[in-house]
């Protein structure tokens, strides 16, 4: 089910990156947070990992994630997420 390991970067207002910290990701892959089915294939890993299953969209995970970590005041207004298949970089 989960064949996919994912980076999950934060990236500031200069380019720089950062792996999401690993309670960040875990505070979003709960369901009840997000309440969205289609997240259910995510398992968090580590610090910028997360595996997935093929049926979750990057775009509309990054999108939500995003999102969710800003309602949080995970990231800063310039900063935001980036989300990258590993076979892919």
Known sequence: MFLRKLYVLR????????P???AWI???AMRNFTNDAIFDDTLPIGDGLLEAGFRVPLDRLQV???GWFRRKGYLKPDEHVRITDQ???
């Open 20 to 22: 999401c910290p690993i």
């Open 87 to 89: 076979k892919n970089g």
């Open 26 to 28: 875990d505070n979003f």
């Open 11 to 18: 990236i500031a207002s200069d380019g720089t990156s950062l």
């Open 64 to 66: 939500a994630m995003e």
